[in-house]
């Protein structure tokens, strides 16, 4: 029924099909209105949930949501994660989400078939891994960058703060994601090397065609220092970083490791989990 036929049967009004005519047009008025006002009200949960990506939470968070950020979980027994081919890790049990784990094989194909090394380190870390490295760092009983800062910062904000230059608290690292990667080397020197040089330049050229991007680049003004190692599967971790994790953990969920009380206090939001290239932000 188009518009020229109801202006026609308006001229009818006066008659006595008029008044079924009007209270039909005020229905269809309200039931417009009624679309409207709720299509409004929906509106800005749609745009918060899924700006920029159009994954389900299903697809996106293989279990709780919360649980799954902060790494509280066993890689090995949950759903969505695999254990990396042993020719991607060099043998190492380490396991990533299956979607990541397909992207980071065709870009380790892709390198080899260019006569570029590379290989995984390290990929899904659970909250507890991470806190036996978080506590054996803070108290000494293991070394950063080959410093020791319990021996060197009696004061815990700046023990901290020295170990937040390379290593993330217990419930903030994106290494819990099962969405990142280490990859060929942690020690710095090995990326101003001959063969550390070569692979940037080709990962700089091409990971971005398989999804990845270097999380941590240099010239950013806070957070962890440049690691040229660690790489991120945009598609899966912009969303998970974007949509939610600021949403759902809190200050009150940084507990249960030495220094929590401290972290709680840095601004561990803007400076190290927020603090990534843009491109994942
Ligand atoms: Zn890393």
């Known amino acids: ?5 109801r202006v026609k049967l308006g001229k009818a009004q006066k008659t006595g099909g008029g008044q079924l005519i009007s209270s039909r047009r005020i229905n269809i008025t ?3 209105l009624v679309i409207l006002i709720g299509s409004l009200l929906w509106l800005p949960g ?3 949930e899924s700006f920029g990506d159009k994954r389900s939470r299903r697809e996106l968070f293989p279990i ?5 950020l902060m790494g509280r979980f066993r890689p090995d027994t949950t759903r969505d994660f695999v254990l990396l081919p042993a020719e991607l890790s060099g043998g190492r ?4 989400r299956t979607s990541v784990a397909e992207a980071v094989g065709r870009l380790i194909q892709a390198a080899l078939k260019d006569s570029v090394p590379l290989w995984v380190l390290s990929a899904t870390r659970s909250y507890d891994h991470q806190r036996a490295i978080w506590n054996s760092k803070f108290s000494g009983a293991r070394t950063s960058m080959g410093r020791n800062l319990a021996q060197e910062f009696a004061d ?8 937040l230059e390379y290593s993330s608290a217990p419930g903030t690292s994106r290494h819990h994601w099962g969405t990142d990667v280490d990859l060929n080397s942690t020690d710095p020197a090995y990326w101003r090397s001959g063969e550390g040089v070569v692979v940037m330049k080709w990962l700089q050229q091409h990971a971005g065609r398989y999804g990845f991007i270097m999380a941590y680049p240099p010239d950013r003004e806070h957070g962890y220092r440049y690691e040229p190692w660690h790489w991120s599967y945009q598609p899966l971790s912009r969303p998970l970083l974007r949509n939610y994790y600021r949403r759902l953990i809190t200050p009150s969920d940084l507990d249960g490791f030495l220094g929590a ?8 939001w803007e400076w190290y ?5 843009e491109g994942l932000r």
């Open 46 to 48: 749609f745009a918060q």
């Open 156 to 163: 815990s904000t700046e023990r901290c703060l020295a170990l």
């Open 30 to 32: 309200i039931i417009i």
């Open 273 to 277: 989990v927020n603090g990534v290239d």
């Open 1 to 5: 029924m188009g518009w020229p036929h």
């Open 64 to 68: 709780d949501p919360k649980t799954y």
């Open 93 to 96: 049990r380490t396991y990533l």
């Open 261 to 268: 009380e401290v972290v709680r206090r840095l601004p561990w």
